[in-house]
Nanobody, 125 residues
Framework: VQLQASGGGLVQAGDSLRLSCAAS????????MGWFRQAPGKEREFVAR????????HYADSVKGRFTISRDNARTTVFLQMNSLKPEDTAVYYC???????????????????WGQGTLVTVSS
């Protein structure tokens, strides 16, 4: 299975974007999926994650209430709906998959087994 992230772009503060992470060659049914981001000159940080079967979600405090992670019914695509975007949301966004056996530190990118290429989100003020 390969992961392909898309949906980034240049928007103004307050706008919305929806990122997609599509699987090719298989499904994401059994994977815990995460979104991470890395801003210029900063370390990668956790954004959101969604579990496989239970659809449990977690968010970074910085995006809680503005971002929503979800899956499609076919379990081939994971989305990140980003509303009320702020300039500080500017970063390259990456999707990642944690395949069984799952790691316990779901906020830690090192726990994830597979990464998609990044998609750049730029929010102007």
């Amino acid at each position: 299975v390969q992961l392909q992230a898309s949906g980034g772009g240049l928007v103004q503060a307050g706008d919305s974007l929806r990122l997609s992470c599509a699987a090719s060659g298989g499904t994401l049914r059994s994977a815990v999926m995460g979104w991470f981001r890395q801003a210029p000159g900063k370390e990668r940080e956790f954004v959101a994650r969604i579990s496989g079967i239970g659809m449990m979600t977690h968010y970074a405090d910085s995006v809680k209430g503005r971002f929503t992670i979800s899956r499609d019914n076919a379990r081939t695509t994971v989305f990140l709906q980003m509303n009320s975007l702020k300039p500080e949301d500017t970063a390259v966004y990456y999707c990642a998959a944690d395949w069984p056996p799952y790691g316990s530190r779901w906020f830690d990118g090192d726990e994830y087994d597979q990464w998609g290429q990044g998609t750049l989100v730029t929010v102007s003020s």
